[in-house]
């Protein structure tokens, strides 16, 4: 069997604080296969940002590996993990704030291919640009206009021509259509199933929204202070959630059927989460849990094998 095209093993980035630390995250483990799209899901402040920028070292982990194509990412020096980043590409959730608002269309999408070298002219690179341009459906005369103005989809199709013109592997897509319009956000996505069909992307899908990520993802892992609690294929998530943080968040998806909203395995999360500088002992989500006992305050469950997925409860069948 061959090997995932990234494999996260035991991640862990922190913050410093006042005579303590943030742990942003703790512990967590992932993999993706080449193709695929894996969806890391929770509520804001959970540590799924922080997995995506440790993953590309915009932020240093305290720990871990990251394999990716079969090379630690992690233990390489910076210079030479300059050439990965070609292929391991991120799009971010405000598409206005990380376009240069001095650059032209143009000019931002042949930036990467000047870095990298890629292009034997600058007319070259503006012919790929012309091109990238045209595979996330923008008309090339867009090339010659600046960020302000554009539409909000507009900007976020240029930054993802603007990662696809290096050639990636792997996008990672954080919250990248939770700015835009609901009819903007379904064109997003089915550009991006398009494109995975078309040259084979992965993707690492960062969001909050479950309802995206139903349609989207193979897989979905369910990120809860700092750390996975349950992973698995999407239908099997969605239609047989084994952990009560999975089925609390199901149970938060506005729906009419009341049949969804009150059914057998529906729970409701009590208060806030926890501070990450002080997670509580045992099952971190034990403080809220309604279905929790003795032993979720005293002991912490690990990651478990639970059908085709994984869970991080004492109450799912081992």
């Given at each position: 069997?061959?090997?995932?095209?990234?494999?996260?093993?035991?991640?862990?980035?922190?913050?410093?604080?006042?005579?303590?630390?943030?742990?942003?995250?703790?512990?967590?483990?992932?993999?993706?296969?080449?193709?695929?799209?894996?969806?890391?899901?929770?509520?804001?402040?959970?540590?799924?940002?922080?997995?995506?920028?440790?993953?590309?070292?915009?932020?240093?982990?305290?720990?871990g590996r990251v394999w990716f194509d079969g090379?630690?990412?992690?233990?390489?020096?910076?210079?030479?993990?300059?050439?990965?980043?070609?292929?391991?590409?991120?799009?971010?959730?405000?598409?206005?704030?990380?376009?240069?608002?001095?650059l032209r269309v143009g000019d931002a999408v042949?930036?990467?291919?000047?870095?990298?070298?890629?292009?034997?002219?600058?007319?070259?690179?503006?012919?790929?640009?012309?091109?990238?341009?045209?595979?996330?459906?923008?008309?090339?005369?867009?090339?010659?206009?600046?960020?302000?103005?554009?539409?909000?989809?507009?900007?976020?199709?240029?930054?993802?021509?603007?990662?696809?013109?290096?050639?990636?592997?792997?996008?990672?897509?954080?919250?990248?259509?939770?700015?835009?319009?609901?009819?903007?956000?379904?064109?997003?996505?089915?550009?991006?199933?398009?494109?995975?069909?078309?040259?084979?992307?992965?993707?690492?899908?960062?969001?909050?929204?479950?309802?995206?990520?139903?349609?989207?993802?193979?897989?979905?892992?369910?990120?809860?202070?700092?750390?996975?609690?349950?992973?698995?294929?999407?239908?099997?998530?969605?239609?047989?959630?084994?952990?009560?943080?999975?089925?609390?968040?199901?149970?938060?998806?506005?729906?009419?059927?009341?049949?969804?909203?009150?059914?057998?395995?529906?729970?409701?999360?009590?208060?806030?989460?926890?501070?990450?500088?002080?997670?509580?002992?045992?099952?971190?989500?034990?403080?809220?849990?309604?279905?929790?006992?003795?032993?979720?305050?005293?002991?912490?469950?690990?990651?478990?094998?639970?059908?085709?997925?994984?869970?991080?409860?004492?109450?799912?069948?081992?």
């Amino acid at each position: 069997m061959s090997r995932p095209l990234l494999e996260v093993e035991a991640l862990r980035t922190w913050f410093p604080a006042r005579r303590s630390w943030v742990r942003a995250v703790d512990g967590v483990d992932l993999a993706i296969e080449a193709g695929r799209t894996l969806a890391l899901v929770g509520e804001s402040g959970c540590g799924k940002t922080t997995v995506g920028r440790s993953i590309v070292r915009l932020v240093e982990p305290r720990e871990g590996r990251v394999w990716f194509d079969g090379v630690d990412l992690l233990a390489l020096p910076r210079a030479a993990l300059r050439p990965h980043r070609r292929r391991l590409q991120i799009v971010f959730q405000d598409p206005l704030a990380s376009l240069d608002p001095r650059l032209r269309v143009g000019d931002a999408v042949a930036e990467g291919m000047q870095a990298f070298g890629i292009g034997a002219s600058d007319a070259e690179r503006a012919e790929r640009a012309a091109a990238e341009l045209q595979r996330v459906r923008l008309d090339p005369a867009l090339l010659a206009r600046y960020p302000h103005e554009l539409s909000g989809g507009q900007r976020q199709r240029v930054c993802i021509a603007r990662a696809l013109a290096l050639g990636p592997r792997l996008l990672i897509c954080d919250e990248s259509v939770s700015a835009l319009d609901v009819s903007i956000q379904a064109q997003i996505l089915n550009l991006l199933r398009d494109l995975q069909h078309e040259i084979g992307l992965a993707y690492l899908f960062i969001s909050h929204d479950l309802g995206v990520v139903r349609h989207l993802a193979d897989r979905v892992a369910v990120m809860y202070l700092g750390q996975i609690v349950e992973e698995g294929p999407t239908q099997r998530v969605f239609e047989a959630p084994e952990h009560p943080y999975t089925r609390a968040l199901l149970a938060a998806v506005p729906s009419v059927d009341p049949a969804v909203r009150s059914g057998s395995r529906a729970l409701h999360a009590r208060g806030d989460p926890p501070s990450a500088i002080r997670p509580p002992p045992g099952c971190r989500f034990h403080t809220r849990c309604p279905e929790c006992f003795e032993r979720c305050a005293r002991d912490a469950p690990e990651l478990v094998p639970v059908g085709s997925g994984a869970s991080r409860c004492f109450l799912s069948p081992r």
